[in-house]
């Protein structure tokens, strides 16, 4: 594997909204619990990416999971679940997200779940036009980039395979807002070059201890007070080039990545970790409570009472680590 000090990330932006669902600022799926499916978008199901694709997105035989609880009361993000009972939906233009979830301690809600789904997965490589439906970082223009999943708080993903097909991501995780996620017995494969397959990031700067992004509703999906927790036992196979497994971008307090599985790389220029960021460790200043700079108060373990302002139940789990895959 050889090591560069050059990133290319993709980009995967958009973070996209359950509504009119042929845009491409719009994911395919919102809120959902799933339960088997193939999800594609850029790329169909064969392979064939951009104007050589048969469908340019869409999803078939995926299953909304019922047994799983979630209220969708005041959450204006959450897909009919009715719209997964088996059946195939296909899409007019790529989307840039497929799935995005948005549950956590916030809404106490436990996070989404997925399991035994696939998803194939590319970005727009010139060929087609699709400006007019899709965002750049400034909500105008184009954005190249495709995305499996976005999470912003918790999420539980198990046995998923995922087919990149370049300028795309598997994971988009907002690593500022305390979320915890673990991926279980899953595959990622590159086929082609310039992919992310895990994008941890921070966009707008230090916002999870920043006393700008204070507000008492908890639907601000604050993080502040929490430490995010990143598990990911996924066996990784890279057979081209300038692709990145780990990206970890920005400022998130108390950072924990525990990445498991086997990862194999077999082209050039690619990165296993890349970390451009500041990773405090809290336990070194966070008390049983604890007050920022608007004067709010938070118990760090779970004995407020007051759902949004508890942090980690344990003191140590404000340690930040990195656990290393195994790489070849």
């Not at 600022?25 to 990416?49: H, R």
């Not at 779940?113 to 997965?121: L, Q, R």
């Not at 590319?122 to 007019?132: F, I, L, R, T």
């Not at 499996?148 to 370049?166: C, E, P």
């Amino acid at each position: 594997m050889e090591m560069i000090t050059q990133l290319k990330l993709p980009d995967n932006s958009g973070y996209g909204y359950q509504g009119y669902t042929n845009w491409s600022q719009y994911a395919i799926a919102e809120n959902v619990n799933l339960t088997n499916g193939t999800f594609w978008s850029g790329v169909d199901t064969s392979g064939n990416v951009g104007a050589s694709a048969t469908s340019i997105a869409g999803y078939d035989g995926a299953t909304y999971d019922h047994s799983l609880p979630y209220s969708i009361a005041n959450n204006p993000f959450s897909q009919i679940s009715s719209l997964f009972n088996g059946e195939r939906h296909d899409y007019r233009y790529r989307h840039q997200s497929i799935l995005n979830l948005h549950a956590g301690p916030w809404n106490n809600q436990p996070g989404f779940t997925v399991k035994n789904a696939t998803f194939y997965v590319a970005g727009n490589h010139g060929d087609v036009n699709d400006k007019d439906f899709v965002l750049d970082k400034k909500g105008s223009g184009q954005g190249l980039g495709t995305e499996a999943i976005h999470i912003v708080g918790n999420a539980d993903l198990d046995h998923v395979t995922a087919y990149l097909y370049g300028k795309s991501a598997f994971i988009n995780n907002e690593t500022f807002r305390g979320g915890k996620t673990n991926i279980t017995n899953s595959n990622v494969y590159v086929k082609k070059d310039e992919n992310t397959i895990f994008n941890l990031r921070t966009e707008f700067g230090p916002w999870q201890d920043s006393p700008y992004y204070a507000g008492d509703n908890p639907t601000d999906y604050r993080g502040w007070q929490l430490s995010t927790k990143f598990n990911a036992n996924v066996d990784l196979t890279v057979d081209h080039q300038n692709n990145t497994m780990y990206a970890v971008k920005g400022f998130a307090g108390g950072l924990r990545v525990d990445s498991s599985g086997n990862s194999s790389f077999n082209g050039a220029s690619n990165i296993g970790y890349s970390m451009l960021g500041w990773v405090p460790n809290k336990y070194n200043y966070i008390n049983d409570t604890y007050t920022i700079a608007t004067g709010q108060s938070f118990d760090t373990k779970h004995t407020s009472g007051v759902l949004d302002r508890e942090g980690e139940a344990n003191r140590k789990d404000y340690i930040p680590y990195v656990k290393n895959a195994k790489c070849s």
